[in-house]
């Protein structure tokens, strides 16, 4: 455990590193006035506050006070600020910017916009868009809003080969099936796609990656199947495989499903406690020498309280 965090946080410095030496490139070109991006952004706070006082700036930017103070003297002798004293505390100014401090600002943040507008055309359109999605993960995250980098949304064309292909691979990899489950797994999606009305598949993206999916099938009338659940194993233990069967249950409960099941194997007992906070029980248990010599399947079953 210690080395994967060291690798992390190896990683993480590099990526500072190289960051760094980014923003001190778009740095470089503000720098051909007299003015940093430092101090375009304590202009931009000023300008975009009702009422601003050095104090409030220091909290805002998380600045050392000292070297706000300079900024400001320098500003307020360049003519880009006026002070005025609070009314309701004597100790404080109140700083506005000027009419020459927003000319100011618009070049500087006009030079910092065209520079950056070099850089993403270097790229690709859907590298950008990569680049934007991942650099808003890194905000949320970090800002404890890891929710907000995952949606859900159902299936498109595409995703149905993905997940065969994950299933296969992972299910490998962690259970040591062999390519008769993929192939199992593949005709049960193939038989899906041949009638889609009779159910539904959910995809969970994060930074435009999948993540996990989910699946529901309806087999009678009342009754319907969960299948092709899977989480990746870097986002399992997040809340993201509730959501998902949270997801299902609120579709079975709309199209009026009021028996639903589903198989899955002995010993995964994360999925098993998850299951049961939903109300499903183990019903059944049976050997399966199709894919693994050891395997032992488990339905599972659960009665919904639809009329």
């Given amino acids: 455990m210690e080395s994967s965090i060291q ?5 993480i410095r590099k990526f500072n590193r190289f960051y760094t030496n980014i923003i001190g490139l778009v740095n470089q070109n503000v720098l051909e006035s007299p003015y940093s991006l430092a ?7 000023i300008d975009a506050a009702a009422t601003c006082t050095a104090s409030n700036l220091a909290e805002i930017l998380q600045i050392d006070p000292g070297y706000l103070s300079r ?19 004597g100790r404080s100014q109140i700083l506005n910017i000027t009419e020459k401090g927003r000319a100011t600002f618009r070049q500087l943040s006009d030079a910092s916009s065209s520079q950056l507008i070099r850089l993403l055309e270097l790229l690709p359109q859907g590298a950008q868009q990569t680049l934007v999605q991942n650099m808003a993960a890194i905000q949320d995250m970090l800002s404890g809003q890891t929710d907000t980098s995952i949606t859900i949304r159902r299936h498109r064309p595409g995703d149905v080969g993905y997940i065969a292909y994950r299933h296969g691979v992972l299910y490998e990899k962690e259970y040591e099936l062999d390519h008769r489950f993929e192939k199992y797994v593949l005709q049960s999606l193939i038989a899906y796609l041949e009638d889609p009305s009779r159910g539904e598949i959910w995809v969970a993206e994060c930074c435009g990656a999948i993540v996990g999916f989910i699946g529901i099938v309806g087999i009678s ?14 986002f399992r233990g997040g809340g993201l495989g509730r959501k998902l069967v949270s997801t299902v249950m609120e579709y079975c409960q709309q199209k009026y499903y009021n028996h639903v099941f589903l198989w899955t ?15 499903f029980t183990l019903t059944e248990e049976k050997e399966n020498d199709t894919w693994n010599n050891q395997l032992i399947e488990q339905r599972w079953d659960v009665m919904l309280g639809v009329n």
């Fill in 71 to 89: 900024i400001l003297r320098r500003f307020k002798k360049d003519g880009l600020i006026e002070t005025t004293k609070s009314m309701t505390d």
């Fill in 221 to 234: 009338e009342r009754t319907a199947q969960l299948r092709w659940f899977l989480i990746e194993p870097d």
């Fill in 7 to 11: 690798q992390r946080v190896t990683e």
């Fill in 39 to 45: 101090e375009a952004r304590v202009l931009l706070e």
């Fill in 265 to 279: 194997f002995k010993g995964l007992d994360a999925a098993r406690h998850l299951y049961q906070s939903f109300g």
